[in-house]
T-cell receptor, first 113, second 110 residues
Framework: NAGVTQTPKFQVLKTGQSMTLQCAQD?????MYWYRQDPGMGLRLIYY???????DKGEVPNGYNVSRLNKREFSLRLESAAPSQTSVYFC????????????FGQGTRLTVV | SQQGEEDPQALSIQEGENATMNCSYK?????LQWYRQNSGRGLVHLIL?????REKHSGRLRVTLDTSKKSSSLLITASRAADTASYFC??????????FGAGTRLFVKA
C-alpha cells in the first residue's frame, strides 16, 4: 500500500502563477486534510474534507481552494501564488473525521519567488 | 492560532536516558494525539489519548493527560538515537478540527 501520495515533491513558482497540489490515498479513508508547515511552527490546517462531497475551511484558508474529486483524491489549488505561501504542504487522511489517527504524505516543498 | 504548545522547544539527551515533552492547550478537547516527524518527512502517529483517559502506554511511550490543567506529557523511556525527531502534540476540538503545536525537537546522542 502506498498510503498517502502527494505530487509534486518540490515546486518553484513565480509570484502570481497558479498550481494544483495533488493528493491521493488508497486506504479507503473518508476524511482528508491539507496542512502547511512553516519553519519553527507546527502544522496549520488549511482545508479539510470530512467526507466525499464536503469541504470546510481550516485555520488558514485564504489564498487556497480545494476540490474533493472523489473519495481517493483531494487537491489544493493556489490561484495566484504569493511569497507568503512558501511552505511545506502536507496532505493527510483518516478513516473518519475525528477520534482516529491521521496518515500523512511525504510533503510538497513549495517556494514562491 | 495554535492550540497546543510544546515544552521544551528543543531537548538533547544521551542514549538510554528518558525524554519528557509537555504540551499545554487552551480549550476543551475531544482527544489529544502525539506525532513524530523525522527531518524532511511526513508525520507519523504515535498515540491517541481521549479526554476521559488519564494515561496510556505504547511500547516505550507513556502519555498522560490532565484535563484540569489542560496539559499532556509524552515520556520516551530508554531513548535511542533513532528517536531523534520532532514531536508534536495535536488536539482535536469540537468540529473534529485537529490543531498542532509547534513541536519539540529531540536529539538523542549515541
Amino acid at each position: 500500500n502506498a498510503g498517502v501520495t502527494q505530487t509534486p515533491k518540490f515546486q518553484v513558482l513565480k509570484t502570481g502563477q497558479s498550481m494544483t497540489l495533488q493528493c491521493a490515498q488508497d486506504m479507503n479513508h473518508n476524511s482528508m486534510y491539507w496542512y502547511r508547515q512553516d519553519p519553527g511552527m507546527g502544522l496549520r490546517l488549511i482545508y479539510y474534507s470530512a467526507s466525499e462531497g464536503t469541504t470546510d475551511k481550516g485555520e488558514v484558508p485564504n489564498g487556497y481552494n480545494v476540490s474533493r474529486l472523489n473519495k481517493r483524491e483531494f487537491s489544493l489549488r493556489l490561484e495566484s501564488a504569493a511569497p507568503s505561501q512558501t511552505s511545506v504542504y502536507f496532505c493527510a487522511s483518516s478513516v473518519i473525521p475525528g477520534g482516529t489517527e491521521a496518515f500523512f504524505g511525504q510533503g510538497t516543498r513549495l517556494t514562491v519567488v | 492560532s495554535q492550540q497546543g504548545e510544546e515544552d521544551p522547544q528543543a531537548l538533547s539527551i544521551q542514549e538510554g536516558e528518558n525524554a519528557t515533552m509537555n504540551c499545554s492547550y487552551k480549550t476543551s478537547i475531544n482527544n489529544l494525539q502525539w506525532y513524530r516527524q523525522n527531518s524532511g518527512r511526513g508525520l507519523v502517529h504515535l498515540i491517541l489519548i481521549r479526554s476521559n483517559e488519564r494515561e496510556k502506554h505504547s511500547g516505550r511511550l507513556r502519555v498522560t493527560l490532565d484535563t484540569s490543567k489542560k496539559s499532556s506529557s509524552l515520556l520516551i523511556t530508554a531513548s535511542r538515537a533513532a528517536d531523534t525527531a520532532s514531536y508534536f502534540c495535536a488536539t482535536e476540538n469540537e468540529g473534529f478540527k485537529t490543531i498542532f503545536g509547534a513541536g519539540t525537537r529531540l536529539f538523542v546522542k549515541a
